[in-house]
């Protein structure tokens, strides 16, 4: 969500941002740039990224720059699996694809064909000591989301924003739910702030313009991004408030947010950065030369 580089938040802060830290697990370069993509082209933020992917990894590594770091890892419980690797990539899994439910929409039986299988390793997010301080966990790994989570206790404790791929059909066989993922992260601390964005699709045989990506009426899957809670900002620490303003403001718009925890850092050090960040909101922008 791009806007002018003087109104990031660093600037309208008074430059007292700290430079966050994302760690990004599925950070496979094929679809559009990650939320982050701004703070880390401007300095404001560093990638630990995962993708197991030898392609995707190569095109990462190429495309890098000084604040990036990726790793060949399957991030997981730190067990052996089967990886179900399918006809579309982009539905390669850990879980195996459930064809009951992919039959209801066009194009997810060929999509989600499983192809072959292999065994590999994967790690515990708490495990790999580069993640540790991590601001903003972003997970998109068909499926096996929650898995991660439930063996990253650490990394959720540090953390401020998650922005999970969660879905309302088990797309895969005993894939958990979006409701059980809300209710997971609830009890760490962290409440839903939206969807970004929701994906729906038309049920078959109905067919939406001939296009088998066109949505409908059933939502199918969601990017949620999962917030701390406004009512317990007692529980995070100075540094935390900032660099969860900095996220909200930079990678999802999220002013009103971003105002609120300035002005409670505000309360705490006895500053008064919150006016000079709304004002700066609120100015208008320079015209174009």
Not at 262 to 287: F, N, T
């Amino acid at each position: 969500m791009p806007h002018p580089a003087d109104r990031s938040f660093r600037s309208l802060a008074g430059g007292v941002a700290p430079r966050v830290k994302v760690v990004d697990i599925g950070a496979n370069p094929i679809d559009a740039d990650p939320p982050y993509a701004a703070m880390l082209r401007a300095g404001d933020a560093e990638v630990v990224g995962f993708e197991p992917n030898r392609q995707a990894l190569a095109e990462l590594e190429r495309r890098k720059g000084p604040l990036e770091r990726y790793f060949p890892h399957a991030v997981g419980d730190g067990a052996r699996h089967r990886l179900h690797i399918c006809q579309a990539p982009g539905m390669t899994s850990l879980l195996e694809p459930d064809p009951a439910v992919l039959g209801l929409f066009h194009g997810f039986p060929d999509w989600g064909r499983v192809l072959t299988t292999e065994e590999v390793e994967t790690v515990r997010l708490d495990d790999v000591a580069e993640t540790s301080g991590a601001d903003l966990l972003k997970l998109d790994i068909q499926g096996a989301e929650l898995m991660v989570l439930r063996h990253a206790e650490a990394r959720l404790r540090d953390a401020v924003v998650i922005q999970a791929e969660v879905e309302f059909l088990p797309l895969y066989k005993d894939q958990p739910l979006f409701s059980e993922m809300e209710m997971f992260l609830r009890a760490r601390g962290f409440a839903l702030h939206r969807f970004f964005p929701e994906v729906s699709r038309a049920v078959r045989p109905m067919m939406v313009n001939n296009d088998p990506y066109a949505g409908l009426g059933q939502l199918v899957w969601a990017d949620a991004v999962f917030i701390r809670d406004l009512t317990r900002l007692d529980a995070l620490s100075d540094r935390q408030v900032l660099a969860m303003a900095a996220i909200l403001h930079d990678a999802y718009a999220a002013y009103d947010i971003a105002f609120r925890l300035v002005a409670e850092h505000d309360r705490r050090i006895g500053a008064d950065r919150a006016g000079a960040y709304l004002a700066g909101l609120q100015a208008p922008l320079p015209s174009a030369a």
